[in-house]
């Protein structure tokens, strides 16, 4: 695994984020029929908030990002994406099982949409989220704190 290390967000990282997205989505959204090249990005920057996201940043380089945005009953685990170069190295896992471990000492729950035939559901159902509902684009999954932890 490279050597990788997590910054708070600011403002100015919303375009780096917003075309990571677009590269990243690209491929599931086509797939679903429902990929737009400004859409993807202008979602990212309407709904950009800045005091719940970090930057994963390899070898002091932009190569990622994740919200974790509280809400009335759960965080929502929100933009994750990480550069296709760096997916499967083993980073997206640890930085998912860093912000788990806060959630889980906290006891809140954590929720989450993916796009359906995602390979990160695969990912997210090995550290312990399952189905909540889905529909033909999305797929919401909720992870219960762990016990042990608390």
């Avoid at 685990?77 to 896992?93: K, N, R, T």
């Avoid at 995602?118 to 999305?138: I, K, M, N, Q």
């Amino acid at each position: 695994m490279a050597d990788w290390e997590t910054r708070p967000a600011s403002v100015a990282d919303v375009e780096a984020v917003a075309e990571l997205r677009a590269v990243v989505l690209r491929a599931d959204l086509q797939r679903l029929g429902r990929y737009d090249e400004q859409r993807v990005r202008q979602r990212l920057r309407d709904g950009f908030a800045p005091a719940h996201t970090w930057v994963i940043e390899v070898g002091g380089a932009f190569a990622g990002c994740v919200s974790l945005r509280p809400a009335e009953d759960a965080y929502w685990l929100e933009h994750f994406y990480l550069a296709p170069h760096l997916q499967g190295s083993g980073i997206g896992a640890a930085v998912l099982r860093g912000l788990l471990e806060q959630c889980d000492r906290d006891g809140t729950l954590v929720r989450l949409n993916v796009l359906q035939g995602s390979p990160a559901r695969r990912l997210y159902e090995r550290h312990g989220f399952t189905l909540d509902t889905e529909d033909p684009v999305d797929v919401f999954m909720v992870r219960e704190p762990a016990l042990a932890v608390r």
